[in-house]
């Protein structure tokens, strides 16, 4: 069975630094590598994806992700942190079948201070 | 585009009483969509993955007979809890795919409905 590991609950950075947030992942064939951030009370918005071709993603906001096969990680980074990037993140892993099926992470909060 | 909303985005509700939550996709055609449920500070957890026109497919654990699911068009899901309880108070997400288009479709999520029931 697939399943996503987040293993950070909160992760804090500092306005203008450089953020990763971590993912690893598990699946039995090619996986499918999304992210997505919610703010309060609200839906999930997409960031990015990795289906297949660079390892380096990059998505909205700045965000961009590499994909480690070897590692089977998927992290989120962004170069200069902003305040209005604090959110909840969500990793989620789906597999190559064409079923769009997704199994989430269970979260990454991201705190940016001033 | 690629917009899908959710109504109502809050409701209240004494229990025993029924709830139906509309998820709608507004510019696309969606050939599934899927409904999940996410506690306070906790992930989503899939519910069920709906089809428009045939019979939704529950996750384990999910009492069909409760939340019931109907995918009458491209355009619309309704998730129904029936004879709700406290312990069904939480968020409420749905999500919809773009039908057609690239091999793999991305979920175009809604913004929620927090349903809490006293």
């Known amino acids: 069975a697939q399943s996503v590991a987040q293993p950070e609950d909160q992760v804090n950075v500092a306005e203008g630094n450089p953020l990763t947030v971590k993912c690893t992942y598990s699946?039995?064939?090619?996986?499918?590598l999304f992210w997505y951030v919610q703010y309060p009370n609200r839906g999930l918005q997409f960031l990015l994806k990795?289906?297949?071709?660079?390892?380096l993603v990059k998505g909205s906001y700045g965000f961009e992700a590499e994909f480690n096969k070897s590692q089977t990680s998927f992290h989120l980074k962004k170069p200069s942190a902003l305040v209005s990037d604090s959110a909840l993140y969500f990793c989620?892993?789906?597999?190559?079948?064409?079923?769009?099926?997704?199994?989430f992470g269970t979260g990454t909060r991201l705190l940016v201070s001033p | 585009g690629a917009v899908v909303s959710q109504h109502p985005s809050r409701v209240i509700c004494k229990s025993g009483t029924s709830v139906k939550i509309e998820c709608r996709s507004l510019?696309?055609?969606?050939?599934?969509m899927f409904w999940y449920r996410q506690f306070p500070k906790q992930s989503l957890m899939l519910m069920a993955t709906?089809?428009?026109?045939?019979?939704?497919?529950?996750e384990q654990g999910v009492e069909k007979d409760k939340f019931l699911i109907n995918h009458a068009s491209l355009t619309l899901s309704t998730l129904t809890v029936t004879s709700a309880h406290p312990e069904d108070s939480s968020f409420y997400i749905c999500?919809?795919?773009?039908?057609?288009?690239?091999?793999?479709?991305?979920?175009?999520f809604g913004p929620g409905t927090r349903l809490t029931v006293l």
């Open positions: 709906s089809n428009e026109g045939s019979k939704a497919t529950y």
């Open positions: 999500s919809a795919i773009y039908r057609g288009g690239a091999s793999y479709n991305e979920q175009f």
């Open positions: 699946v039995s064939g090619n996986p499918y």
């Open positions: 990795y289906i297949t071709g660079d390892n």
């Open positions: 989620a892993v789906s597999l190559n079948t064409g079923f769009q099926k997704l199994v």
């Open positions: 510019d696309f055609q969606a050939t599934t």
